[in-house]
């Protein structure tokens, strides 16, 4: 039976760094809102019966708005430097550039600078979250490959719990800007940690030999998938061999079809849409709105200040916790079914806290605010357990070896692009219309679920190689039966 080495976990653990960054980055914003001494260093009124608050709410919209739209454009060069320079110096640039916007970020004594620190940070994000899940996706064995992938969304609700709690305790310094520039600075740690981590991880054995290192290659499958029942390490080297007849099918795709194929063959074009819909599917079902808004939305309930950064807190540390327990049972369960029971427990907790929201706006009872809590924590619940630890999984490995890097990087832009238009609406939305604004949610969330259920399929399990077979192509790398030995290629099935 195969098992994954204390090696690969090792790998993936460090890696992991470069995920704890997308997510404390993209949550720091929800704490440094709740500081009170933030609005006092930029210049912003906090008084939200002010005349000068909606300045603020254009602001806070515009924080989130530039991270994004850093992000997106991170994601698609995240993908080239994966491609031209290998996964691991992709990693040290994103990490250089994220250091750089974090330190900016922090010492921001105005709000031009505060902003330009924001579009560096989100640069460096796109590029960690485009180009980690492709990583996880390389290095991991097929069975534990949920497992493995699946510590990216892990470690970015880490992120988020993180952000939370050091939110929450710098809290208690409010009267200064150590309050909100010290949850900043934490930023750059994780970046430094990123970059030192980069010395300590091996380069993808796929982008090894797409180099011709191939030797190399095989010397890293063997530790990574190394198994004492198979000491001869026959899994490493029939790994390789699929690779190899893999890539020798790709570099004649490339050469017959072009770069832009991911467009123009159905097949890939199949994938494109389902990658793209799967990441702004679960932005349109609204848990980023939720995160980055939650300490404005605890207050709207009737908490105070402090009360809704340590249950803003909390919620990010039980998604966090939900996301770990996904991970563990997501190859046993498939990507498919947890995929389609994650978006149906989502809409039916949003509607009822929705619902009970609802309610508490028009009487401000405790009770009313309690439930609504209650189903929002019950509503993420779903979301780290089920959706976000498999969301990237999926749309990194449906695309093939030659088509990964830049196909999972545009799936992920999507992502970002979705997250500009929700968060910059939010503050203005949330001030105007409320609760009513979380319908969208709804509706949105329902018309992908019902998407995913007839287009998602199941890859659980399946070598990278495999997965071509399930997007109407035939598999055009086969295995073969010394390592010396050429796969055998087969003619790409042609639509109609």
Same mark, same amino acid.
């Given at each position: 039976?195969?098992?994954?080495?204390?090696?690969n976990?090792?790998?993936?653990?460090?890696?992991?760094?470069? %995920?704890?960054f997308?997510?404390?980055?993209?949550?720091?914003?929800?704490?440094?809102?709740?500081?009170?001494?933030?609005?006092?260093s930029?210049?912003?009124?906090?008084d939200?019966?002010?005349?000068?608050?909606?300045?603020?709410?254009?602001? +806070?919209?515009?924080s989130?708005?530039?991270?994004?739209?850093?992000?997106?454009?991170?994601?698609? =060069?995240?993908?080239?430097?994966g491609?031209?320079?290998?996964?691991?110096?992709?990693?040290?640039?994103a990490?250089?550039?994220?250091?750089?916007?974090?330190? +900016?970020?922090?010492?921001?004594?105005?709000? @031009?600078m505060?902003?330009?620190?924001?579009?560096?940070?989100?640069?460096?994000t796109?590029?960690?979250m485009? @180009?980690m899940?492709?990583?996880?996706?390389?290095?991991?064995?097929? /069975?534990?490959?949920?497992?493995?992938?699946? @510590?990216?969304?892990?470690?970015?609700?880490?992120?988020?719990?993180?952000?939370?709690?050091?939110?929450?305790?710098?809290f208690?310094e409010?009267?200064s800007?150590?309050?909100?520039?010290?949850?900043?600075?934490?930023?750059?740690?994780?970046?430094?940690?990123?970059?030192?981590?980069?010395?300590?991880?091996?380069?993808?054995?796929?982008?090894?030999? %797409? *180099?011709?290192?191939?030797?190399?290659?095989?010397?890293?499958?063997?530790?990574?998938?190394h198994?004492p029942?198979? +000491?001869?390490? #026959?899994?490493? /080297?029939?790994?390789?061999?699929?690779?190899?007849?893999?890539?020798?099918?790709? /570099?004649?795709?490339?050469?017959?079809?072009?770069?832009?194929?991911?467009?123009?063959?159905?097949?890939?074009?199949?994938?494109s =849409?389902?990658?793209?819909v799967?990441?702004?599917?679960g932005?349109? $079902?609204?848990v980023?709105?939720?995160?980055?808004?939650?300490?404005?939305?605890?207050?709207?309930?009737g908490? %105070?200040?402090?009360?809704?950064?340590?249950?803003?807190?909390?919620?990010?540390?039980?998604?966090?916790?939900?996301?770990m327990?996904g991970?563990?049972?997501?190859?046993?369960?498939?990507?498919?079914?947890?995929?389609? $029971?994650?978006?149906?427990?989502?809409i039916?907790?949003?509607?009822?806290?929705?619902?009970?929201?609802? *309610?508490?706006?028009v009487?401000?009872?405790?009770?009313?605010?309690?439930?609504?809590?209650?189903?929002?924590?019950?509503?993420?619940?779903?979301?780290?357990?089920?959706?976000?630890v498999?969301?990237?999984?999926?749309?990194?490995? $449906?695309?093939p %070896?030659?088509?990964?890097?830049?196909?999972?990087s545009?799936?992920?832009?999507a992502f970002?692009?979705?997250?500009?238009?929700w968060?910059?609406? @939010?503050?203005?939305a949330?001030?105007? =219309?409320?609760?009513k604004?979380?319908?969208?949610?709804?509706?949105?969330?329902?018309?992908?679920?019902? #998407?995913?259920w007839?287009k998602?399929?199941?890859?659980?399990?399946?070598?990278?190689?495999?997965?071509?077979a399930?997007?109407?192509?035939?598999?055009?790398?086969?295995?073969a039966?010394?390592?010396?030995?050429?796969?055998?290629?087969?003619?790409?099935?042609?639509e109609?």
């Open positions: 039976m195969e098992t994954y080495s204390f090696y976990v090792s790998v993936v653990l460090f890696a992991a760094f470069g %995920s704890l997308t997510g404390y980055s993209s949550a720091i914003i929800v704490q440094t809102v709740g500081q009170p001494s933030w609005y006092k930029l210049n912003l009124e906090s939200t019966t002010a005349p000068r608050y909606s300045h603020t709410t254009t602001i +806070i919209g515009a989130n708005g530039v991270f994004f739209a850093g992000g997106t454009l991170g994601c698609l =060069i995240g993908g080239w430097f491609d031209k320079l290998g996964r691991v110096n992709g990693f040290r640039v990490a250089t550039v994220g250091i750089i916007g974090a330190a +900016i970020q922090t010492g921001a004594t105005n709000q @031009a505060w902003l330009v620190g924001r579009v560096i940070t989100g640069l460096a796109g590029q960690t485009a @180009a899940p492709t990583y996880f996706s390389e290095v991991s064995p097929p /069975h534990s490959r949920g497992l493995m992938a699946g @510590a990216h969304g892990s470690f970015i609700n880490i992120g988020f719990a993180l952000a939370g709690w050091i939110g929450f305790g710098c208690f409010s009267n800007s150590f309050g909100w520039r010290f949850p900043n600075a934490v930023l750059a740690l994780w970046g430094l940690c990123l970059l030192a981590g980069s010395f300590f991880v091996p380069e993808s054995p796929r982008w090894l030999v %797409s *180099k011709g290192q191939d030797a190399k290659a095989l010397e890293i499958l063997c530790k990574l998938h198994d029942a198979d +000491i001869e390490d #026959h899994f490493a /080297h029939r790994e390789l061999r699929l690779i190899k007849s893999q890539l020798e099918v790709n /570099h004649q795709l490339i050469t017959e079809l072009g770069q832009w194929q991911l467009f123009t063959i159905p097949t890939y074009r199949r994938r =849409i389902l990658g793209f799967l990441m702004m599917g932005q349109n $079902i609204g980023l709105v939720i995160n980055n808004y939650n300490t404005l939305l605890y207050e709207s309930l908490l %105070s200040n402090m009360q809704s950064l340590a249950v803003s807190a909390a919620y990010n540390t039980w998604a966090a916790f939900a996301n327990g991970a563990t049972v997501s190859d046993r369960l498939g990507r498919r079914k947890a995929l389609l $029971i994650g978006y149906a427990g989502c039916v907790m949003f509607v009822v806290a929705t619902g009970l929201i609802a *309610k508490f706006s009487n401000a009872s405790k009770h009313y605010a309690a439930a609504a809590v209650t189903f929002l924590f019950l509503y993420v619940f779903f979301y780290g357990a089920f959706i976000d498999n969301q990237y999984t999926v749309a990194t490995e $449906i695309f %070896s030659h088509l990964r890097s830049q196909g999972s545009y799936s992920l832009a970002f692009l979705t997250d500009v238009l968060v910059d609406l @939010a503050a203005t949330q001030a105007k =219309i409320g609760w604004y979380y319908l969208v949610f709804i509706i949105l969330g329902t018309a992908h679920l019902i #998407h995913l007839f998602l399929p199941e890859t659980s399990g399946l070598a990278l190689e495999e997965i071509d399930l997007f109407g192509k035939e598999q055009i790398a086969t295995d039966e010394e390592p010396g030995e050429k796969g055998v290629v087969v003619e790409e099935e042609r109609a």
